[in-house]
Every structure is written in C-alpha cells, then in structure tokens.
C-alpha cells in the first residue's frame, strides 16, 4: 500500500484490533476522525501481513515511549500545543481536551448530524443564537449549514459570525436549553474565542458562487473595511500560486486528475504553468492534452473542484505539511 498516512495506519490498526477494540477506541474520536477513518477501512480489500505487522511494531514502539508518562501533564500538553499549533489553534483544542469544552456538550453534539438537519433544527432561532452554534461547527460544516438558509437569513447570520467576539459560558447553558441538553460548568470559566473575521472568511472559502457573493455585498453595505479584512484572510484558488514547488508536490499526490483538469480549466496560465512544472514532463504532457481535449465546463463545476482541492490545502496546511504565502451566475470555461 503505497499510502502511508496516519488515517491509513489508523484504519489498519483498528481492523487489527477487531470490533470490540476498535469501537472502544473510536469513542474518543470526533465526528471528522470518525469519518476519516471509516473511509479508510472501507476502502481496505485486503492488507498485507507485513503492512499489519509494521502497524503494530510502530504502534507497540510509541506505547512503550509513553508508559512512563506521568498523568499530570496538562502543563506539558499546553506547552506542546502552543509551540505545534499557535496560541489561537492551541486554545481552541484546549479548551476541548483539558476540560473547557463541557458547556458545548449539546452543541458538539450537532457534529454528528448532516448539514440539512442541524439548518433544519436551528433555522427559526434568532440570528445571534444561530451565529453562536455555527461557530463551534467545523467550518465547511458550518458553510453548508448556511447555504440552506434564505439569503436574507445566511447573510444577518454570517455578518453576526463575523462580529462575534466570544462566546461567555452563560450563553452556552442557553443554548444547551434551546436544543434540550443538559450542561455542566462553571459561570467563572475564562470567554473562549469564537467568530471573528478569520472564521468568517474559513466559511466562506467553502462557499463560492452566488451565495458567496451575496454575503460579501452584505458585508460591505455593512462596513466595508471589515468586509476588506475578510477578503483579505480568504485563501482562493489563485492562491496555491504563492505556494512553494514541494509543497505543490506534495498536493499533487493527494489530488485526483480528473479534479484538477477541472479545476484548471478555469485557472490563470500562470497557475497551470506552476503545476506543469512540479508534474514530471510525461505527466505534464498528458495534462496538457486532457484540458485541450476537454469541453466546455459549467463554471460552478470548476469552482466546486477548486474548493475540494482548497479543503485539501487547507488540511496540508494545517498538519504542517505546507505553508501557505501571503470566487455567480452560471457561465462556461
């Protein structure tokens, strides 16, 4: 198996470990690891014995590394954390895994459920309330939550998310009582940092298209330096040109080609000349001759490939694989 990733890994180990095993270990996962992982295994016809057999010494090798480990490590895990992820991304997964995030419990439950049905429960609470979940959601979820909404609606709520800069644990227990959840805490809990214009423009690189354009003109009518600094935070699909070649590489592999000859056609010849030049001369050849041959697209399909791939960057990104530099009307490419 030439995938070596640690979601392969993790599928393999949890086949490995049969039914019990495995379910007990996946009720500590979220949703999205949940997710990953399942795929994985699905995805697996048959391993070989010698991939297991790696699976489990590296597993049995970084257990042995850890038995020592003291349980008082909270100090060290907020430590590590900061220096891996930043102060912002550092306390968020803090706040969830040391204990802060029990006044969500009803809120994280909405992680589970599809995009249709949390905008289904949610869609007659007041605009701020619905601004205040959206936020806890990962933020494609959330993006898809929103484009289930009326425009009207979508966009009072995305410009709230916007403005939103924290959320107080009373608010919380609200919350809880409104979707019927019980909750646990304490009123002297320090604010956690929610909303704000970077989550804003995380949710609306998922967006695209007129719903997209529909809340930037909401957001500029509202207040247009704000609107500025959002669009200055969103990453587009042009981009992936500030990204260095080995990082394009490394994306490459993770892409699918009949994705990508999409996604180009709608591409700057800048941009396809920096994914010809990090593609082998063969395999640039061939890309060359399939967007040639290739018809015209509607532009939402492009677009729609282009934000599959930035999910992709994004991910790359935020595992430390990459670094990242310093969007209608239905048209053909």
Request: charged residues 25%; aromatic residues 4%; negative net charge.
């Amino acid at each position: 198996m030439s995938d070596n990733s640690g979601v392969v890994k993790g599928a393999i180990l949890m086949l490995a470990l049969g039914e019990e095993g495995a379910s007990e270990v996946m009720k500590f996962l979220g949703p999205k690891e949940v997710q990953k992982l399942g795929a994985a295994m699905t995805s697996m016809k048959s391993i070989a014995q010698n991939e297991v057999e790696t699976v489990l010494h590296d597993f049995n090798q970084i257990a042995d590394q850890n038995s020592s480990l003291g349980v008082d490590s909270d100090d060290y895990i907020r430590s590590v954390l900061t220096k891996a992820l930043g102060d912002d991304k550092a306390s968020s997964l803090l706040n969830r895994i040391l204990g802060g995030g029990g006044d969500s419990s009803g809120i994280e439950s909405l992680k589970w459920m599809d995009p249709e049905s949390v905008a289904d429960l949610v869609h007659n609470e007041h605009p701020q309330t619905i601004a205040t979940i959206l936020v806890h959601l990962e933020r494609d979820q959330a993006c898809d939550v929103l484009n289930n909404f009326t425009e009207r609606l979508r966009n009072d709520v995305l410009l709230r998310i916007a403005t939103l800069s924290g959320v107080q644990p009373t608010a919380l227990r609200e919350l809880n009582d409104v979707m019927a959840k019980l909750l646990s805490g304490n009123d002297v809990m320090k604010k956690q940092v929610m909303g704000g214009i970077n989550v804003a423009a995380d949710i609306l690189n998922f967006m695209g298209g007129d719903n997209e354009s529909s809340a930037m003109e909401h957001l500029k009518n509202y207040d247009p330096d704000m609107a500025q600094q959002i669009m200055d935070q969103m990453f587009v699909f042009e981009n992936i040109l500030d990204i260095e070649d080995r990082g394009i590489q490394l994306l490459l592999r993770e892409v699918q080609s009949d994705s990508l000859i999409i996604a180009l056609k709608g591409a700057s010849e800048e941009m396809r000349e920096k994914i010809f030049k990090n593609m082998s001369q063969r395999a640039a050849e061939m890309m060359k001759e399939d967007l040639e041959s290739k018809g015209p697209v509607r532009l939402s399909e492009v677009e729609a490939q282009q934000k599959e791939i930035l999910v992709i960057v994004r991910r790359l990104a935020d595992e430390g694989q990459i670094s990242l530099g310093a969007k209608g009307e239905e048209a053909y490419v």
